[in-house]
């Protein structure tokens, strides 16, 4: 009769075995020529940001107020336990405020020092574009947008503007939240 393995035995092959096995690195679609965004919609104007600009999409939390601060910093949420400022990205921009809705989300972007979110009315997804697309953009005309947007893509009825978070979350009047 075969001898019984003890319990520890098992678990050291068991490791061993792990430690054997490559999985490989997990496949990646790299399509040259081919650049992808995270759609979204402030009022009228539709824009896209690089995927690797945008940590998270969120439905808008629970905000405490913060007091002494500008009308387009809405708050701060508790994400996970970190606390994250929410500005309203059309607030921002264009001085119209975002209303609610259903389709409302929450873009959370990193910035230096931590993470903010922006409200946004909508998220159209992911957007992919062609190299030959980005060859046909034209620049930002709207004097408030142009540091952020950096070319603009015509795709059927639809003008997107690619938008830099980077930009954003750098610019000196997007820091200085107070009043």
């Known amino acids: 009769m075969a001898e019984a393995a003890l ?52 439905t808008p939390l629970p905000m405490a107020d913060v007091p002494g601060t500008l009308p387009w910093l809405l708050g701060v949420t508790n994400l996970r336990g970190n606390l994250v400022p929410v500005v309203d990205l059309g607030h921002f921009l264009f001085n119209e405020v975002t209303r609610s809705t259903p389709r409302t989300r929450l873009l959370v972007v990193y910035q230096p020092g931590g993470n903010v ?16 697309q980005r060859e046909h953009a034209e620049g930002e005309a709207h004097l408030k947008l142009r540091r952020f947007v950096e070319e603009n893509i015509t795709l059927g009825d639809k003008r997107l503007g690619v938008f830099s978070m980077t930009r954003l979350t750098r610019a000196s009047d997007f820091l200085q939240a107070a009043v």
């Open 7 to 58: 319990p520890y035995d098992l678990l050291a092959e068991y490791e061993r075995q792990s430690l054997a096995h490559d999985p490989g690195v997990p496949e990646q679609i790299e399509t040259p020529g081919l650049w992808r965004g995270i759609g979204f919609r402030l009022g009228s104007y539709y824009f896209v940001s690089d995927i690797s600009e945008v940590s998270e999409i969120l």
């Open 117 to 132: 979110g922006l409200l946004v009315d909508e998220i159209s997804g992911l957007q992919t574009l062609t190299l030959e």
